[in-house]
T-cell receptor, first 115, second 113 residues
Framework: AQSVAQPEDQVNVAEGNPLTVKCTYS??????LFWYVQYPNRGLQFLLK??????LVKGSYGFEAEFNKSQTSFHLKKPSALVSDSALYFC?????????????FGTGTLLAVQP | DTGVSQDPRHKITKRGQNVTFRCDPI?????LYWYRQTLGQGPEFLTY????????KSRLLSDRFSAERPKGSFSTLEIQRTEQGDSAMYLC???????????FGPGTRLTVL
């Protein structure tokens, strides 16, 4: 069964510093990986996805993610954090069972950017 | 705003009452998903529609839950005889043909007293 793990419940970073939010995956085939962000009392907003191709994926709001097959990781990164980046971040993998393409989410990582 | 809308945004009900939520997808999106998110967890899949056909239901979707998507447009999720354990955020997501990206609505937060 497909799964993702987000080992950190919370990441703290100072504004202007680089940030990394970690995600590891376990899949039976080629992984389709996603990052979403959730602000308080809001739905999820799509940031970026990896399907195939370049291991470095660029997304919205200056975020990027690095796909590493040998380490089965898909970490989210940003060179310079903003206070407005403070939110809950979810990594997800597309499920291969059936034809639904449903997403399987991690438990989320709360990013806190201090001014 | 992703273009996916949900109504209501918040619902408070008493245990045993029935509730119904609505999701309006982006117009050209033929695929529609319902997820449930509880506090401190990521969203969990409930059910999936392709056009008007409900093609998959999770084991999480007990007999008290029913979902419809008449004419392949908006969708409704009904919970009968609500229980306190049903308290959660119910999220709708839609995707267009030929894409893996799902776009989420703002969610309906259900509180069962």
């Amino acid at each position: 069964a497909q799964s993702v793990a987000q080992p950190e419940d919370q990441v703290n970073v100072a504004e202007g510093n680089p940030l990394t939010v970690k995600c590891t995956y376990s899949v039976s085939g080629n992984p389709y990986l996603f990052w979403y962000v959730q602000y308080p009392n809001r739905g999820l907003q799509f940031l970026l996805k990896y399907i195939t191709g370049d291991n470095l994926v660029k997304g919205s709001y200056g975020f990027e993610a690095e796909f590493n097959k040998s380490q089965t990781s898909f970490h989210l990164k940003k060179p310079s954090a903003l206070v407005s980046d403070s939110a809950l971040y979810f990594c997800a993998v597309r499920d291969y069972g059936g034809a639904t393409n449903k997403l399987i989410f991690g438990t989320g990582t709360l990013l806190a950017v201090q001014p | 705003d992703t273009g996916v809308s949900q109504d209501p945004r918040h619902k408070i009900t008493k245990r045993g009452q029935n509730v119904t939520f609505r999701c309006d997808p982006i117009s050209e999106h033929n695929r529609l998903y319902w997820y449930r998110q509880t506090l401190g967890q990521g969203p969990e899949f409930l059910t999936y529609f392709q056009n008007e056909a409900q093609l998959e239901k999770s084991r999480l979707l007990s007999d008290r839950f029913s979902a419809e998507r008449p004419k392949g447009s908006f969708s409704t999720l009904e919970i009968q005889r609500t229980e306190q354990g049903d308290s959660a955020m119910y999220l709708c997501a839609t995707a267009g043909p030929g894409t893996d990206t799902q776009y989420f609505g703002p969610g309906t937060r259900l509180t069962v007293l």
